[in-house]
C-alpha cells in the first residue's frame, strides 16, 4: 500500500511537470507568433532585438516590438507593454500591434497613430486594460536620419552620440486605453553617423538586484559605455549589464530595440 501510495504521488507529481512544460510551450509559441520573425535590412540602419520572458512564469508576457515600412522610404519602429499576462494580454498585444500598423500607413505623426491606437483599446475593452507604447517615424534625409517619437506612457528611449553623450530622445505622454483623451507630445531628433537609439520595456530598469532596482540612470551608463559598438553589440552589453546586476531569473519580460545609423 505504501508503494502504491508513493507510485500515485510520483505520478501526479510528473502529471503537472508535463502540464507546465506544455503551458509554457503554448505560451512561447504564441508569444512568438506576436514578433516579428527577424528584423527588416534599412538602408543605412542597423537593427538589433533582444526579447528574454520571465522564466518562471508559463504565460503570455505582454512586451512586443515591430519594424517596418510604411511607404516613400520611411519606417516605423514600435515598442510596447501590455498590463497583465496570458490570453487577454495576448488578444490586447494583437490588437496594438496590427491598428499601429494599419494606422501608420495612413498617418504620418507619431500622435495621430498613438490617438488612433488609443480610440481602438477604448472601444475594445475590458476595463483596466492598458498598455504603454513608444512609437517613432524613421526617414533618411541629407546628412543623415530624422526621427520622430512619441511615448504613451512609455519608457522614454535613450539617444547615445557618436561623441558618447546620453540623452533621452522622447517626451512623456499618457497611457494608452486608460482615459478616452491623451496627451502624445512629439520629440523630432536628428540622427547622424554613429548615434545609437535604445527601445525598452520596464523590465530592464526595474529588475531587482541587491543594491535595490537597476533604473534608468544605470541603463544609460552603461549604454553610455558602448560608444563604437555596433547595434548588436550595444545590445548584448545592455542585456549583460542588466542580468549580471540582477538576483534569480527576471520577473518581468526584458525587451529592447537597438537602432544605430550606420558609418561610411
Not at 21 to 42: E, F, G, N
Not at 171 to 179: A, C, D, E, Q, S
Not at 222 to 227: K, P, S
Amino acid at each position: 500500500m505504501l508503494a502504491q501510495e508513493l507510485g500515485r504521488r510520483a505520478g501526479i507529481a510528473l502529471d503537472h511537470v508535463r502540464l507546465f512544460d506544455a503551458q509554457r510551450h503554448i505560451a512561447m509559441t504564441l508569444q512568438r507568433s506576436l514578433l516579428p520573425p527577424k528584423l527588416p535590412a534599412i538602408p543605412g540602419i542597423e537593427l538589433a532585438a533582444r526579447y528574454r520572458p520571465a522564466l518562471e512564469i508559463a504565460e503570455v508576457g505582454g512586451d512586443f516590438y515591430d519594424v517596418f515600412a510604411v511607404g516613400g522610404g520611411a519606417w516605423a519602429l514600435a515598442m510596447g507593454d501590455i498590463s497583465g499576462k496570458g490570453v487577454e494580454a495576448a488578444a490586447l498585444t494583437s490588437l496594438a500591434r496590427y491598428t499601429v500598423r494599419a494606422a501608420a500607413r495612413e498617418h504620418r505623426q507619431p500622435r495621430e497613430i498613438l490617438s488612433l491606437l488609443n480610440d481602438a483599446v477604448m472601444a475594445e475593452g475590458p476595463e483596466g486594460r492598458f498598455l504603454t507604447v513608444a512609437f517613432a517615424r524613421l526617414r533618411q534625409q541629407a546628412g543623415g536620419f530624422r526621427l520622430t517619437t512619441a511615448c504613451g506612457g512609455h519608457p522614454l528611449p535613450l539617444l547615445l552620440r557618436a561623441d558618447g553623450t546620453v540623452e533621452q530622445a522622447a517626451r512623456p505622454g499618457t497611457l494608452i486605453g486608460f482615459v478616452e483623451t491623451v496627451h502624445l507630445p512629439e520629440k523630432v531628433t536628428e540622427l547622424a553617423a554613429g548615434d545609437v537609439v535604445v527601445f525598452y520595456t520596464d523590465g530592464l530598469p526595474d529588475v531587482r538586484g541587491p543594491e535595490g532596482t537597476f533604473g534608468e540612470e544605470r541603463l544609460a551608463a552603461v549604454l553610455g559605455g558602448c560608444q563604437g559598438l555596433t547595434a548588436d553589440s550595444t545590445a548584448a552589453r545592455l542585456e549583460e549589464g542588466v542580468l549580471a546586476f540582477l538576483q534569480g531569473e527576471p520577473r518581468d519580460d526584458l525587451a529592447m530595440l537597438v537602432l544605430r545609423v550606420s558609418e561610411g
